[in-house]
């Protein structure tokens, strides 16, 4: 069974510049979540999407954007980058939204930001 | 809202022996999960250990169980004969019923020794 797959793994951007992030999630889940994650600030919720909506936003200003398609698979863009936008971008999926059932990540995309 | 705090940010243990990592949290919320994630070096979050709040019984997979304490909002992750693959951060995280979005503590290194 595959499991959440993050495109790509790396990628070097400059400032000023847009970057878009891709998740598959596991076969059968609807709902994809991401989370940033940087050494200063921990893992964050950025947001949540199920059936094509966003179900839930985090504290992020507006140039973090997101969707999802009919496959349930997701995207997020990033634009005009800043240097602090550096961070692991984590996807994570589960079968429903709410409050139940675990979350599974993927690997991550690394966005270093120059 | 909701907060996870992990107040050991390094801990170690030596190869077979049992190490307890803490947890605690601030909720309002009568329902909600808990969980365990391990993060190694490679960095792909790995679930570990789930709880629902609704359940006494604590969480038990394998070497890894849980001390869940509702009324003193408390979590801790307990391993036994702990492996040099244990090494990694782990941490303890939340999922908010209403909002549906995971809440992480700060994380704790674990050093396995030989």
């Known amino acids: 069974k595959a499991g959440v797959t993050q495109t790509p793994r790396y990628l070097i951007k400059t400032r000023g510049q847009q970057v878009t992030l891709s998740c598959s999630p596991i076969s059968g889940h609807r709902s994809v979540s991401w989370y940033q994650q940087t050494p200063g600030q921990g893992l964050q919720f950025l947001f949540e999407?199920?059936?094509?909506?966003?179900?839930n936003k985090g504290n992020f200003p507006g140039r973090f954007s997101g969707r999802q398609f009919s496959n349930s698979r997701s995207e997020m863009n990033v634009s005009t980058l800043e240097l602090g936008d550096s961070a692991l971008y984590l996807c994570a999926s589960r079968r429903q939204t709410g409050g139940t059932g675990e979350l599974i990540f993927g690997e991550g995309s690394r966005l270093t930001v120059l | 809202a909701q907060t996870v705090t992990q107040s050991q940010p390094e801990m170690s243990v030596q190869e077979a022996e049992t190490v307890t990592l803490s947890c605690t949290y601030d909720t309002s919320e009568s329902d909600y999960y808990l969980f365990w994630y391990k993060q190694p070096p490679s960095r792909q979050m790995i679930l570990v250990i789930r709880?629902?709040?609704?359940?006494?019984q604590n969480a038990t997979e394998n070497r890894f169980s849980v001390n869940f304490q509702k009324a003193a909002k408390s979590f801790s992750l307990k391993i036994s004969d702990s492996q040099l693959g244990d090494a990694a951060m782990y941490f303890c995280?939340?999922?908010?019923?209403?909002?549906?979005?995971?809440?992480f503590g700060q994380g704790t290194t674990l050093q396995v020794k030989p």
């Open positions: 995280a939340y999922l908010s019923s209403n909002t549906g979005k995971l809440i």
């Open positions: 709880q629902e709040a609704y359940k006494q």
């Open positions: 999407y199920f059936s094509e909506t966003q179900r």
